[in-house]
């Protein structure tokens, strides 16, 4: 019933951030697990310290957690984090998982120590960057928490999508909006990231490609799929 009064009065309250909307985040919690993560990490040591950036509602969060492996998520929503808090608590406690699902900005992660983590997923969350300034702030910031030869799984939208059928509208170069989250969106093409990736150290495991989905507006999205590795 609170979910239901809750989801009604932020229909109506187009004031709510998009990302903390109740019905935004039952509608990335109620999503699977990611394929390419599941497949990576399948014979992966347990011991493999795993962050989750833009964890959202926690649909990838809950199957580190569920799996044994030594998880952390990310998200500047207070919604969203309280979403993935509670579905990592059966896993590792309360007092853990308030320790491992932290509030933070993508271009910020100075609560993590330089040479962290084994990976980090990010699907879908570099491209929130308002401007090149941020999006150049967080790929060093995931480079600096990464340990020589890490490796970084990633999506982004490419500047084909067309989420509405009405095309996207071009702000400045690579900056775009026409999403449903009215903000703008920093979209690339494969070869652009693997470009704009290289100064980080970051070198493609496998070609870099894109996929075409049905988007949440009703058009399309064309998704950059990543696998990244960190030089050693
Ligand atoms: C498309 S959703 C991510 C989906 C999620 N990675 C998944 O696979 O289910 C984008 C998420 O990024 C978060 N986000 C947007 N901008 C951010 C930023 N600058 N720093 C951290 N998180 C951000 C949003 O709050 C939202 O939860």
């Given at each position: 019933m609170r979910l239901l009064v809750a989801l009604v009065s932020s229909m109506d309250n187009p004031e709510i951030p998009f990302w903390e909307r109740p019905e935004i985040v039952e509608q990335f919690a109620a999503r699977p697990p990611d394929q390419r993560m599941m497949e990576l990490l399948?014979?992966?040591?347990?011991?493999t310290r795993v962050l989750d950036l833009?964890?959202?509602?926690g649909r990838n969060t809950e199957w580190l957690a569920r799996e044994g492996f030594d998880f952390y998520a990310l998200d500047d929503s207070r919604a969203m984090l309280e979403k993935t808090r509670s579905r990592v608590e059966p896993y590792v406690g309360k007092a853990d998982a308030g320790h491992r699902v932290v509030e933070g900005r993508m271009d910020n992660l100075s609560v993590f120590d330089r040479d962290f983590f084994d990976l980090i997923i990010c699907f879908?969350?570099?491209?929130?960057?308002?401007s090149l300034e941020e999006w150049h702030c967080a790929i060093a910031e995931s480079a600096r928490i990464l340990k020589p030869a890490a490796q970084l799984l990633m999506t982004q939208f490419s500047p084909r999508s067309d989420p509405t059928g009405q095309g996207l509208q071009r702000i400045e170069p690579h900056l775009f909006t026409g999403f449903r989250d009215e903000r703008r969106m920093l979209l690339l093409e494969p070869d652009e990231l693997d470009a704009w990736m290289a100064p980080y150290g970051f070198t493609p495991v496998r070609p870099t490609y894109d996929t075409t989905a049905p988007a949440d507006e009703g058009g399309t999205r064309v998704v950059v799929n990543a696998l990244y590795q960190k030089n050693g």
């Open positions: 399948g014979d992966a040591s347990r011991a833009g964890c959202a509602g879908g969350v570099y491209h929130a960057a308002q």
